[in-house]
Each structure stands twice: as structure tokens, then as C-alpha cells.
């Protein structure tokens, strides 16, 4: 009928975005996966306030330079701490748990912020409690997070997820950051406000976004948590560890009686702290050896991208601009969120990019124009050139933080991703905590720019080793046979296609079914070979 074909015409651009850029993807992965990712925006719109006024807050406050980075780097070890126990002890304790345990303490965070001015209860405050002094999301979240989102997709659905997971939130650090820069505005032009006291005002708003990711994680369901079958694999494989392990040769007792009966009647305080470290150990020997050969060479490199994003966060960098060129705080306010916004765009397609480029040479090749920028930063004496090279450095920062995750969860096996991407974490912000206090030394003696010199030098190195490392690797070598993972990946590819029959859309049919006949065959073969895939994109057999 005319009117039908009309209609289709029309919904043919709305249904090619929906299918390639990852949309479908989210729906297919279900309520969960909408929202955590609204949870993470939220939450990083309440840090993109912290990343223009921080800084900023700190130096209406009187205090000095290396106070502002000590600052800094005193809170991100305190996210170390606090990052490595949590997700060491997510799978245990309830992933959803740990997440509203970390809402609790960002609530608390903000509430001392907005209250008090003394140096030493703020950074109690930032240490014990969740606060971005950097602008990214280095607290308990994100490694939950994204142990989740991977949990709860298939290979061929991961990369988008994870792309608007980024996406979403960077979107958030754009709001946030405009919103800041005019309410700063906007209250002292009506209310006559002190600096000082309109700070303090961001900071309840702070509190509020997580109150409000809270009552997010409270709708979370049950398939969030580690599923029966990859826990009764980590016990399996822990047990067959111990009987091996000199170190590790206690009395036998089952695994569901050292957790369940962890408190009795009779139990001291000393069993209760071996207890909790048996619990500890076990977490990091859940990692494998071949898992563990992989990650070293990883988290060398994300250490050193780590230790530049320390000593060049967008707070810092706005402190920066600030010292140079004076301009209004509405204007910092503006740079930073069309900044995030332009990241939250490019963010959107680094899961086609991924697709068609493969993960690494995604990272690595939007990377590089981003470190180039940071090297080259302090050259202009405009203010608008400067600006122009930040625009460059967020437009494409982001583009390689979906594929990085989805990365490491195609080399690790889908029961260490949680312990796998918690150190990630914590080594990653163990890197960037070393940042601040060498900028601030620096910015104490008049050679703040040296800082981004070094930081893109440092961000180059590591996109060349990525590249030379990883581009040949193979990925999805432990999720290819008759797993969960498998199923779900054949039940993806043919909701997919059922969607490209109704479009009339028959030329995805063949790549489609060639994905689905590949999953069938790695599910029945007798020779136990799966399908593989390297870095770059192409598929290679694996025995």
C-alpha cells in the first residue's frame, strides 16, 4: 500500500540509527542496562559541577597550590582503597549493595562540603567519602558498573552498551558543568552571594544527585548479581587453587560455610579480621595466570595514560585558564560543557567505529589527536585558541573508553571481570593520584605548563604501546561455546534480524546469519574449537 511504503520511508533513517548505533542494543539488553546508565549520567552531571568549581572553591578558601594538589591526590587514594575493597568484594557482598553503599557516601561527601571550609575536614571528607577531584568517575561505581553491563550482554551487544554508558554520562558532565557555570552567575547577580557561599550551594545539589542514584540502585534487579553458575565456577576453581597452594592449605571446610557462618556466637574480633582478608585473598586468586600475563602489560600502559589525566583534569585545567587569561566564570562554565558535549557526541560512535575498525585501532587512533592537543596547550597566548585545543582534547577523549572496557571483558573470562576491572581501576587511580601533587609543585613555581607538556608526551607513549601490543590479540576466546553468552548472543542476532525482514533490509541477512550459523557451530562442534576474534576486527579459528 502507498501510505505504507510512505510511512516506511519516512522510519527507515530512525530505524538505521536505532540498529547502528547501539540503541537496539540497550533494549535488547533490558531494564537493568537503562538504568544504570541513567544512574552513571546523574551521577556524573553532579561531578561535571565539581569539575568547574573545585579548584576554583579550594582558592576562595585561601588555600595554596600544593594544597590543592595534595588534595587531590590524598582523595584519590582514599578511592583506591575504597574502590579495590569494594569491587574485590562486590560479588560476594551484592553488587547492588555496594552501589548503594557508594551512593550513601557521596551523599555524605556533598553534605560536608557544603557545610564546612577547614582543610583538614573536607579531605577527611573526600577520602572516607566519594568526591571527583578530577572530574571522572574513579569511585566504587564504575568497576561495578561495567562488570554488570558486561555480565548482561553479549560480545556482539557490549560495545554499544558501553559506548552509551560514556555517551550518557559525558552528556551529564556537559550539564553539569554549564549548569554550575550559570547558577554561579545567576546567584550572585541576585542574591549578591559571596563566591565562597555560592560553592557551598553546588555542593547540597552534590548531595542530592546521590540521594537520588540511590533510589536508582534500589530498582536494580537480581540478574545484576554474579549468576549461580559463574559463582559455583569461582568456588570450583578457588577450591582446586587451595589444594594446590602451600600457602593457602587450611582445614577443609566448605566455601559456603566460611561465608554464611562468618559470624557466630562465639566468634572475636581476630577470626573476623582473617576471615575477611581469606576473603580478600580469594578475590585476587580468582584472576588467572593467563588473564593476569595479559593485564600486566595493560595496566602498565592505562598507568601512565593515568598519571597524565591526573596532572591535567579539567579542574586543574580550569584553574589553569583561569591564572592565564581571567575570563568569567560563566565562560569557564560554557568552555567546559560545549567540551563535554562534544565528547558525548564523538562518544556515539565509537561503538560503529569499533565494529568496523576493530577496539584498538578505535582507542588508538582517536586517542592521539587528543593527546596532541593536551602537548600543545600552552602554546597559544589567545584564549580562544586554547579553548579550540580543549575542544579537540574532549572532543575525541572519550572514544576510547567503551572500547577499552569492552576490551578487557573480551580478554578475561566473565568471572574475573569484576576482580579484573576493579584493579584496573584502583592501578588506574593509584597512576592519576601522583598527577595532581606534581602539578601543583609545578603550578607552585610558576611552571604550570609543564604539566600538559608532559601529560601529552605521556598519553602519546601510551597510545604507541597499545597499538604495538594488543592490535593482533585474539578476543572472545571464553565466551564463543555452549555458555550463557553464546545463547544470548543467537537470541540478539535474531531479534536483529526479524528487524531487518520488517525494513526489507535483505542485504544485512548474510552477515547476520553467517554471526548466528558461527554461534550454532562453536555450541555443537565435537572438537571444542570456538570462533575468535582479534583486536582489529577479523575473525581467526582458536582451539
Known amino acids: 500500500m502507498p501510505h505504507l511504503d510512505g510511512i516506511q520511508t519516512f522510519t527507515r533513517p530512525f530505524t538505521w540509527f536505532y540498529r547502528e548505533f547501539g540503541v537496539a542494543a540497550i533494549h535488547d539488553t533490558g531494564r537493568n542496562a537503562y538504568l544504570i546508565i541513567l544512574a552513571r549520567t546523574c551521577r556524573i552531571l553532579a561531578y561535571g559541577t565539581n569539575t568547574l568549581i573545585l579548584a576554583l572553591f579550594f582558592a ?60 583538614w575536614i573536607l579531605l577527611i571528607a573526600a577520602v572516607v567519602g566519594v568526591v571527583s577531584v578530577l572530574g571522572g568517575d574513579f569511585g566504587p561505581f564504575r568497576a561495578v558498573e561495567e562488570s554488570i553491563l558486561s555480565q548482561l550482554t553479549s560480545p556482539e551487544t557490549r560495545s554499544d552498551v558501553l559506548a552509551w554508558y560514556v555517551t550518557t554520562s559525558t552528556v551529564g558532565s556537559a550539564i553539569g558543568s554549564e549548569l554550575s557555570g550559570r547558577l554561579i552567575k545567576l546567584l550572585r547577580a541576585s542574591f549578591g552571594w559571596e563566591l565562597s557561599t555560592v560553592y557551598h550551594a553546588l555542593f547540597w545539589f552534590y548531595a542530592f544527585m546521590g540521594l537520588f542514584n540511590a533510589v536508582l540502585v534500589l530498582l536494580l534487579t537480581k540478574e545484576c548479581e554474579l549468576s549461580p553458575k559463574e559463582a559455583e565456577y569461582v568456588r570450583v576453581s578457588q577450591g582446586e587453587q587451595r589444594e594446590g597452594s602451600m600457602e593457602l592449605q587450611e582445614p577443609q571446610q566448605s566455601e ?3 561465608y554464611t557462618d562468618h559470624v557466630s556466637a562465639g566468634s572475636d574480633k581476630t577470626s573476623k579480621t582473617k576471615r575477611y582478608w581469606s576473603g580478600f585473598s580469594r578475590r585476587l586468586a580468582q584472576i588467572s595466570a593467563s588473564t593476569r600475563a595479559t593485564m600486566y602489560k595493560l595496566w602498565l600502559l592505562l598507568a601512565m595514560d593515568s598519571i597524565a589525566d591526573g596532572m591535567v583534569p579539567f579542574p586543574l585545567t580550569n584553574y589553569y585558564i583561569d591564572q592565564k587569561f581571567h575570563p568569567a566564570k560563566s565562560t569557564l562554565g560554557d568552555m567546559t560543557s560545549a567540551a563535554y558535549f562534544l565528547g558525548a557526541i564523538s562518544s556515539v560512535f565509537a561503538g560503529p567505529l569499533a565494529r568496523k575498525i576493530g577496539l584498538i585501532n578505535t582507542m588508538v587512533f582517536t586517542h592521539i589527536p587528543s593527546s596532541a592537543a ?13 579553548i579550540l585545543l580543549i575542544l579537540i582534547r574532549s572532543g575525541l577523549n572519550n572514544m576510547d573508553q567503551a572500547p577499552r572496557a569492552a576490551f578487557i571483558a573480551a580478554v578475561v573470562k566473565p568471572e574475573e571481570r569484576t576482580a579484573v576491572m576493579g584493579i584496573t581501576s584502583m592501578l588506574r587511580t593509584l597512576a592519576a593520584m601522583t598527577g595532581p601533587s606534581l602539578t601543583g609543585l609545578l603550578a607552585g613555581n610558576d611552571r604550570f605548563w609543564i604539566a600538559f607538556v608532559a601529560a601529552g608526551a605521556l598519553r602519546l607513549a601510551y597510545d604507541v604501546g597499545l597499538y604495538v601490543l594488543f592490535v593482533n590479540m585474539k578476543l572472545y576466546q571464553h565466551e564463543g561455546g555452549g555458555g550463557g553468552d553464546g545463547g544470548a548472543a543467537a537470541q540478539v542476532l535474531e531479534r536483529r534480524r526479524a528487524a531487518a525482514v520488517a525494513d526489507e533490509e535483505e542485504e544485512d541477512f548474510t552477515e547476520l546469519e553467517d554471526l548466528m550459523s558461527e554461534v550454532a557451530s562453536s555450541r555443537s562442534s565435537e572438537d571444542g574449537r570456538s570462533k575468535g576474534f582479534l583486536s582489529d576486527g577479523r575473525k581467526v579459528d582458536v582451539g
Open 374 to 386: 593536551v602537548l600543545l596547550l600552552p602554546v597559544p597566548t589567545s584564549l580562544w585558541l586554547t
Open 256 to 258: 559456603s560455610t566460611d
Open 60 to 119: 576562595e578558601l585561601k588555600f595554596s597550590d600544593y594544597q590543592i594538589g595534595l588534595f587531590m591526590s590524598l582523595t584519590l587514594l582514599g578511592d583506591v582503597f575504597l574502590g579495590v575493597l569494594l569491587t574485590l568484594v562486590a560479588d560476594k557482598v551484592g553488587r547492588r549493595k555496594v552501589l548503594f553503599g557508594g551512593s550513601f557516601l557521596m551523599i555524605l561527601s556533598g553534605a560536608t562540603f557544603a557545610i564546612f571550609e577547614n582543610f
